[in-house]
């Protein structure tokens, strides 16, 4: 399984972007998808991720603002009224396995820096 993330920029606050991510390979049996994002001095984070009959699930921090999708092989993180400190490395993974928490995610792509200021 591959992934490759696409939409990183940088923004002003309040601003929007559209992140995406490619999958690619033996994606048959996926069953989890999810974006996290490592801030500067801060450990990696889960942001939201999406699952079996679509059910997703966001970190309060962003509930209200990102939207979490699936369009075919490719999932979208849609970020609206962007704040500072959502700048950072947005990362794409995926499971398998049912989708009930931010472990266990096997497969993860490269990264794509969004930038708020």
């Known amino acids: 399984v591959q992934l490759v993330e696409s939409g990183g920029d940088s923004v002003q606050a309040g601003g929007t972007l559209r992140l995406s991510c490619a999958l690619s390979?033996?994606?048959?049996?996926?069953?989890?998808l999810g974006w996290f994002r490592q801030r500067p001095g801060q450990e990696r984070e889960g942001v939201a991720r999406?699952?079996?009959?679509?059910s997703v699930v966001y970190a309060d921090s962003v509930k209200g603002r990102f939207t979490i999708y699936k369009i075919r092989d490719t999932v979208v993180l849609q970020m609206n009224s962007l704040k500072t400190e959502d700048t950072g490395m947005y990362y794409c993974?995926?499971?398998?396995?049912?989708?009930?928490?931010?472990?266990?995610?096997?497969?993860w792509g490269q990264g794509t820096q969004v930038t708020v200021s």
């Open positions: 390979g033996y994606t048959y049996s996926i069953q989890c």
């Open positions: 993974a995926a499971r398998f396995g049912s989708c009930r928490d931010w472990l266990g995610f096997t497969y």
């Open positions: 999406i699952g079996y009959l679509d």
